[in-house]
Nanobody, 123 residues
């Protein structure tokens, strides 16, 4: 079992920045690829970013590429999402997730999910 707790969400103006954190407990954190997903009201959950077990590889959704950065600290059992140049369309609940499989952008490949943190970007 892996427990995931997100933090760092909030309200920010367009063009601003937020940094999300996801703290993991339970099984060995470094054995999991980690991902961030988001779900806006009335929309399906979508992939945002993912990072490999060692942090050497990462993938991003086209909509956030160049603005968001995913990173992880295996010593602290934490994955981060730095979000810059935020847009109103980034408004959503952001979830972190853990996958025992290889690096993947598919939500169904992630076994564990956090409760989510709300990010609201005002125009």
């Amino acid at each position: 079992q892996v427990q995931l707790v997100e933090s760092g969400g909030g309200l920010v103006q367009a063009g601003g920045s937020l940094s999300l954190s996801c703290a993991a407990s339970g099984r060995i954190f470094s054995t999991y690829a980690m991902g961030w997903f988001r779900q806006a009201p009335g929309k399906e959950r979508e992939f945002v970013a993912c990072i490999s077990r060692g942090g050497g590889s990462a993938y991003y959704a086209d909509s956030v590429k160049g603005r968001f950065t995913i990173s992880r600290d295996n010593a602290r059992n934490t994955v981060y999402l730095q979000m810059n140049s935020l847009k109103p369309e980034d408004t959503a609940i952001y979830y972190c997730a853990a996958s025992s499989r290889l690096l993947t952008m598919r939500g169904r490949d992630y076994e564990y999910w956090g409760q989510g943190t709300q990010v609201t970007v005002s125009s």
